[in-house]
């Protein structure tokens, strides 16, 4: 399989969300949206992701975008998540990791300088034509909203 590159046609998928309803990526032709992958709902680095995200929701509301959090998390998980965390956009579970690896947000990484299969922390912006636009690997998770909000104003103004 090729590398996902900018430009190319983002891999539509079909997951469900925290309430436990099918989200199509699709669905959202005609807006941009922001993927972000992380390992594991309520752990601390990962919840300083989603939190980051929450934090800046405004500006992704601003540039009209949809944000989306994908993690292995069964939709039991991502709703208590998101009710803790008061988190206002979609949780998705992938639990077999299918869009995870699709975007190579999943693969071989170093934790604690040991090779392991895991999540890569990642996010990514698909433009309003379904357009893969920005890919960030290996984010720090303080902060990754903010620099998402900007990356998306970035695409915004080519």
Do not use: W
């Amino acid at each position: 399989m090729a590398a996902l590159q900018v430009g190319d046609k983002a891999p539509d998928f079909e997951l469900l969300d925290d309430a436990g309803k099918p989200v199509r990526l699709s669905d959202f032709r005609g807006q941009p949206v922001v993927l972000f992958f992380y390992p594991e709902d309520d752990t601390p680095v990962c919840t300083q992701q989603a939190c980051s995200f929450r934090d800046e929701f405004a500006g992704f509301e601003e540039l009209d975008a949809i944000v989306m959090g994908i993690s292995p998390d069964s939709v039991d998980s991502h709703r208590a998540f998101k009710r803790k965390f008061r988190l206002p956009f979609y949780l998705l579970s992938d639990p077999e990791n299918r869009v995870a690896t699709k975007y190579e947000s999943y693969g071989t990484k170093l934790m604690y300088g040991k090779e392991v299969q895991g999540t890569i922390r990642s996010s990514v912006i698909v433009d309003p034509k379904g357009r893969v636009a920005s890919i960030h690997r290996n984010v720090r998770s303080e902060g990754n909203g903010a620099r998402m909000v900007e990356a998306l104003k970035a695409v915004a103004a080519r």
